[in-house]
Each structure stands twice: as C-alpha cells, then as structure tokens.
C-alpha cells in the first residue's frame, strides 16, 4: 500500500519541472526508491540537473550535488574519498549521474578515471540518445539516422549517420566490478539491478534508456511503451556483467519489427518517405538483428 | 627546526601541517615534487589524507570540489597549462564557496611551450573568485599555505585560497626553511574546519543549483563580498601567525624602505629579492627608492597601494605576464587605484620582463630606474628582447 | 551574509511548486477493472499515483499530476481514463 502523504516523502519528489512524460523523471524515482536515504549524488549538467534544481527548489531529499558537464564521476570520486577520510563510506552509496552527453561524450575521461581507480560508486547515465537539455543535438549516443538539430535529415542526409557508441562495453573494458542496462519501459528489472550495484563495492555503470517526449518527438503517453520496443526489437539489448563477462541478458519474448518502434517517432519520420528511406530502415533492422545475434537475445 | 629544504619540499610540509583530508593532483612540471613528497608522506604514513591520483587536472579540481562539499579540508596543486584545464573548476569552486586550498606553481603558458617561471597563468584566472596569495621565498611559502587554510575556512570567507609560489625559483630551489615542531600548536592556530552547509545524509541539502536572472547577480554579489571581506582575514591571519610562530610578511602587501622614496617599485614573488638588493645598492649611492610587495594580489590591495605610492613620483612595476591587445595587467590595476583616489602625480611604468623563465637581474632594475625618470606611465613595454629574433 | 542564494536549496523544496497546472489532461481511475498490478505506481513519471493492492483503489495527486497518460496507455485492464482538464 502506498499512500498520498508516503508519495510526497519520497527522495526524489515530485514538484520538478521536466517534461509531462519524462522517462529520465519516472527512472530517477525508481532508482531513489532503492538507494533511500544513506545516498549522496552527483548530477552533471544536463536536464535532470536543470529540472530538478532550480533554486529555491530541489526535488532531492538526499545530499545532492552539481558541479560542471564533464565532471560528475571526478566530483562523485571526491565525495567518496571524503567519506573514506572521515570513515563514514560504510553504508552509504554515491551515486554519480549524467546524460549521454555528460556521460559517453565530454565526461568520457572522468568516467574513465573513475572506473580505473575503482571508487565506490554507482555511476547511472540517462541516456535519451542526445543533448537534449540543449535543444536535441547528437551526442555520441543518437542513434542511427535519428534526426537531431545537428544531425538533421534533408535531401542529402538520413539523420545522424553514425551509430550509436557502445558506451557499456567501454565500461566492461575498465574491468569493474559490475555493469547493467536497464530500460524505463521495465521497472522491476531496473530496480534488481540497482539493488545489486547497491550491494557491489567498487565502480558500478548503469546505463538506462530513458524516452525524452520533445527530442523524440512522441505523445507523452508512448513513453514506456517506445522503451520496451527498443528492448523487443533489439535495438537497446539489456544485460548485466561482472567484470568482463556478460552474466545475464533480457530475452526478448516476441521479436518486433524496428519499423514498430521507428514509426512513432518524429525523428524518425523522414525514413517513411520513398525507397531509399526503406533501405535505411532496413539498415536499422540488421543493427537490431546484430544485437539479438550478439547478446542472444532470443 | 632550520632545515634546508627544497621549496617544494617546504610547501608540501606545510600542506601536512594543516593535515588535509583529501589530496588530489596531476603531475605538470615544475608543480611535480610538490606532489610527489605528499604522496609519499601519505605512502610513508606521516599524513593520514586520501590522495586521489586522478586522469587529469580537470578531475583533481573536481575531486577536491567534491570532497570539499562533504565538509572536510582539502588540497590541490598544479601549474600553467593544468591551471587552464581546471580554470572552469576553479570558477565552480568558488562560486559554489568551498575553501579549496591549491599551489600554483607558476609557469608561462604554450606557444611556444615552455616549462619556466613567469605569472601568466596567474593572471589568467584572476576573475575566478578564488583569493591570489603570493609567496615570497621558500619560508614565506610554508607559512602562507598555513595561513591559506585558515582565510579559506573562516565562515566568512568560505573561498579557494590558491598559494602562488614561482615555479623552479622556488619549487625547485635549496633554502634554510623554519619548520614548525608542534602539529598541536599549528592545530590551535587552524582549528579543525567546520562547514555549515555540507554534503550530509541527516542534512541533505542541494548544492549547485540552477541560478536563474533573479537570484545570479545576488549569488555572485554575495561572493564579491566575501572576496572585499577576505582583506580582513587575510591580515588577521598574518598577524595571528606572527604572534604565534613569530614569523610575519605583510598583509595584503609588505613595504621595505619606502618611508622617504621617490621612485618605488611594485612587484610580487621571488623577484623581491633581487629587487630589494638593488634597492640596497641605490639607496648606498644616495637614491631614494623602495618596493612594495603585493603578497595578496586578490583581494586586490588597493587602500594599501594608495597609501604606499601617493606621495612618490615615479613607480616601476615589474610585470611577468601580458596583456595582447592592452599592455600591463598589474601596472594597470594600480593606475586606477591612483586615479580613483585622484592621485595623478604619480606617473606608473609598468615594464614587461623575466617571461618564460628569462633572467630578471639586478641590471635591469638598475636600467629600469633610470628609464623610469625619464618616461611616464609605461603601459607594459617590453624589456631585454634580443634584437637578433624580431 | 547569507551565501546560500543561488547555490544551496533545501531537500524537498520543490513540493511547493505544484505542477499540476501543466495539465491538459487528467487521469480518472474507475476502480473496476483493476487487479491490483501497482504498474500505474511504477510508470508515473512524477510519482503521483498511490493505491492498495488489497482495495484496488488506485487515486493520483492532481497537485503535482502533468496528465502525460502514461497511466492510463499502460493500465492493462483500461481502469484509468483520460479527460480534458476544465480550465
Ligand atoms: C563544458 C560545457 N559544454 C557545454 C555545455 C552545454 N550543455 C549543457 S547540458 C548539455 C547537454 C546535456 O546532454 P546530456 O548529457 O545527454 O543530458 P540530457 O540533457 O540529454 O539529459 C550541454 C551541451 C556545458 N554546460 N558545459
Ligand atoms: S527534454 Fe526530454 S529528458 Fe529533458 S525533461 Fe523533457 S522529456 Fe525529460
Ligand atoms: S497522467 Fe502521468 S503524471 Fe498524471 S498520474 Fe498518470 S502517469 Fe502520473
Ligand atoms: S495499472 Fe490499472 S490495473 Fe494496475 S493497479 Fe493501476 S489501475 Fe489497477
Ligand atoms: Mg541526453
């Protein structure tokens, strides 16, 4: 049972400004439900930290901290030290935060300085696949031939025409200890794998793929459902590993074609005109197939 | 207890003294020994601190940021290109009022890449809100990271203190440094910090917020104010210094024969001391000349710097870093503090010299003051260039 | 001095912005069909939504409710319903 005056005393509240619908909001309330009260977190700059803290407000009811873009592993990385010196780490979880930019772009280094000095921390990027706190530009982590205002489709163009960079593998690579994706459309799989990171000493990557309404451009009300298609047609596998090895992985239960998921999104509109639009499509269903290959999702 | 230390050596010492919790750096020349002697005290187990060996400088600034947040002391180092790389940190250091205590081993800065001594990247983050002091020698050096701590930590202040000392001259070089004996005395001159607001699980506040048209120019004006306050702290923490471990330098600035001086010149680090010998040696042929330190070059000292110049003719500034486009950057500050105290029979020459490790000697001031009798309000001009490379 | 402004807010401040005035739509939860699944709880973006699994009664904090009918696409026995908010 939950009641309305238990809703208010959570430690991620509501009263925030983000977008009706926001996937990066409905995940930062699961993953706060989990951690609780002996929490302190890092945010890097980015749409979480704007719509979240505007003084006078804070929707954080835990120790909370924004420094810069690039930097919220290294500032998470001093706050556990911090903890250490004082010996008070024991029974308190860091938690650093960023979006894809912060995290698998201008943040790259500091994740990396993180990870390869093994602090106690759980690092979480919200990946929504672009710079979307700055107007929907393309991040290392837009995904192919979605437009974004600095990838734009046009007559010479599909959109962003790379794809998407491997953030989690790049995490395995450091050798920690564990590392997960985890999806807003599922819940209770992203609550167990906070629950481990949790229970896990040492650098910890949780990568949530979070819909944003205005950067994908979809009615709020396909924001869980938008993240399960990518989980069931492939395009965003989740697993979990510990260390280099990958120890679990969410099967899919009823393969979906990409077409599904692409069509109800405006970034992806420009690739339902024409022919050459369906080669592309057909280009993101053999990326889709690679992934089930890969992760042997079926 | 005398010892002959290496300056890197005596800043690493006095570090320990003030007993930080966190430590984090990145090696650039000539700030390296200064780390490396901590990390083997932390190795050797004579300083209990974590010392957090970090990618790059942008996360040491950042590492210390964020266990400052948590409430305890902190320290960082580094030098001209690595003080460029955390500059943005250092903005966010002050802003959100953490008292972040950093050396600064100045350096010149690239291109051409040059690993020697002059004050361009100290002038690069003078708008940064972090407090500028500047160590004289090696034994100024030990006591004013001492001091630092204590000016950063006071609830009034709550400000990064970075200790300016000049790389190789003093980082590098043997000089006779008075350590102090008693970790307890120095622990009754800088009481264990203790922040009101702190990254705290029983009180969770939010740090770094969004500061939106209405409340950024109140923030910022709060810090301005601290900044003017520090003048007070900074002298009080001199002086209490002196009462204690009977050392003194100044305050905000230091004066040496300036009582009846026509001519005085300005400066700040190690080439004080080269001044001052040739100030003893025109004094011995019947000049009236003195200098005047800046020990705190932010907070900018200017009550102090009108009061030492207003009644002298001619005031050389010697000026190790530049301004392209403009001139000086010392000389110019000064100017205006003469000119807002409608001073204006001072002329002020601020000359351009020991950039990128280029040698200041004696000859140059004494050309230097010769020169300045005969020119007037000298913008920065360059001094000592071979002729043979233009 | 009070050095706060601007950088330091206090836990929780953000109750007091009640986001519901961004609503266009509003759920109604019909309290028939339900069967008690909670995924109405976990799917609200906001964390607005309380109910008992034991009851199936199921309700929403209109103060703070955006009305982004997340609650409603995912309610797999359409027991909540959107409507337009009367403004
Ligand atoms: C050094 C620096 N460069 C650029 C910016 C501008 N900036 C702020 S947030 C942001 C995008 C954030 O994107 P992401 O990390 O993906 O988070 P999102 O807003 O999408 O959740 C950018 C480009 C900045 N604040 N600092
Ligand atoms: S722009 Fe996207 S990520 Fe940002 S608040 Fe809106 S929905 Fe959320
Ligand atoms: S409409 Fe959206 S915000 Fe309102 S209760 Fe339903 S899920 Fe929550
Ligand atoms: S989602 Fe529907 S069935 Fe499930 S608890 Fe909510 S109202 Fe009841
Ligand atoms: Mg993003």
Known sequence: MLTKEETHNEFFTMGHTGCSGCAQSMSVKLIMEILGKNTIATNATGCLEVFSTRWPESAWKIPWIHSLFENSAAVASGVEAALKAMGKKDGITVLAQGGDGGTADIGLQSLSGMFERNHDVLYVCYDNGAYMNTGYQRSGLTPFDAYTTTSPSGKESFGNNRPKKYMPEIAMAHRIPYTAVASAGYPMDLQKKVKKAKSIKGAKYLQVDVPCVPGWKYEPKYSVKLAQLAVQTGLYPLFEAEYEKIISVKKISKKVPVEEYLKLQGRFKHLFKGDAGRAEIEKIQKIADENIERFGLI | MKQVLEGSMAIADGVRMAEPHVISAYPITPQTHIVEHLSQMVADGDLKA?????????????????ASACGVRTYTA?????????????????????????????????????????????MAIRDTGAIMLVAENNQEAYDMHIQAFKIAENQDVMLPVIVNVDGFVLTHTFEVVETIDSIDKVKEYLPPINMEYKLDVENPYSFGTLGEPSVYMESRYNLYNAMNFSRNIIIEAAKEFKDMFGRFYGGLTDSYKLDDSQTVIVAMGSVLGTIKDAVDELRESGKKIGVLKIRSFRPFPEDEIVAALKNAKNVIVIEKAICPGKGGILSVEIRDSLFKHKINSVSVNGYTLGLGGRDITPKNIHDLVARAEKEENVDGEFVGLSQQYL | MDFKVGIIAMPGAALSNKTGSFANETPVFKHKTCTGCNLCIYFCPEGVVYGDKKTKIYDFDSDYCKGCGICAEECPVDDIEMVLVEK
Request: overall charge negative.
């Open chain 2, 78 to 122: 580094t030098a001209s290109q690595g003080l460029l790389y955390m500059e943005e940190v250092i903005y966010n250091i002050a802003g959100m009022r953490l008292p972040v205590v950093m050396t600064l081993a100045n350096r010149a800065i690239s291109a051409p890449i040059n690993i020697w001594n002059d004050m361009q990247d100290a």
């Open chain 2, 50 to 66: 974590e010392f957090i060996m970090v990618e790059s400088e942008h996360s040491a600034a950042s590492v210390v940021l964020g």
